[in-house]
């Protein structure tokens, strides 16, 4: 870690200002990581030095990185949150595509409660019958889609409808 630290032109005072640590702490850090004793570090640091590990990545990169990650602002805020995955390298681009047309359009606004009660009630451990009813449209539409899965009927001629009602195209 260290020479990779040379290598991207990171002075260890620089990074302990970033990580909000003393450098002692960093260093200790730094030895933990290059032993392979992962247990004792934080997340947050893991997934930076694993970060830096990568030979294609930027001094800048690790500062945005460092800088987003290791905020002072409330991590449980969803703002910051979603900035967080948005600098983040590693993140999928699918999402922040996904995230990117959610906010430039205004076509799925009904649906983001919908998927948000969706998005509680199958992060839980067990899912009671309510669950079940509420989150099976979601999950029956997500199993045709992962098949490809024909439409049936006159579904077609339905969904045509509704979007020139919405006037989606």
């Known amino acids: ?3 990779r630290m040379r290598e991207l ?12 640590v003393s450098r002692p702490t960093l260093y200790k850090y730094i030895e933990s990581y290059e032993s392979g004793d992962f247990s004792s570090l934080p997340e947050h640091i893991l997934k930076l030095f694993k970060l830096m590990e990568n030979p294609d990545v930027t001094k800048e990169q690790v500062v945005t990185f460092t800088i987003s990650s290791f905020s002072e602002t ?17 993140s999928s681009a699918r999402k ?20 948000n009660d969706c998005i509680s009630i ?3 451990e067990k899912i009671d019958d309510d669950g079940t009813y ?6 029956l539409m997500k199993s045709q889609l992962s098949r490809n899965l024909p439409l049936k009927g ?12 919405l006037n989606v195209h």
Not at 100 to 110: H, I, P, Q, R, T
Not at 134 to 139: D, E, F, P, S, Y
């Open 122 to 124: 199958l992060s839980k």
């Open 9 to 20: 032109n990171i002075k260890m005072t620089e990074l302990s200002e970033y990580v909000k």
């Open 74 to 90: 409330d991590a449980n805020d969803s703002r910051e949150k979603i900035r967080r995955y948005l600098a983040n390298p590693s």
């Open 134 to 139: 509420q989150v099976a449209r979601l999950l």
């Open 96 to 115: 922040i595509d996904f995230i990117a047309n959610l906010v430039e359009s205004d076509c799925l606004d009904d649906l983001i409660p919908y998927l």
């Open 154 to 165: 006159d579904e077609l001629e339905e969904a045509k409808k509704l979007a020139e009602e």
């Open 1 to 3: 870690m260290k020479q």
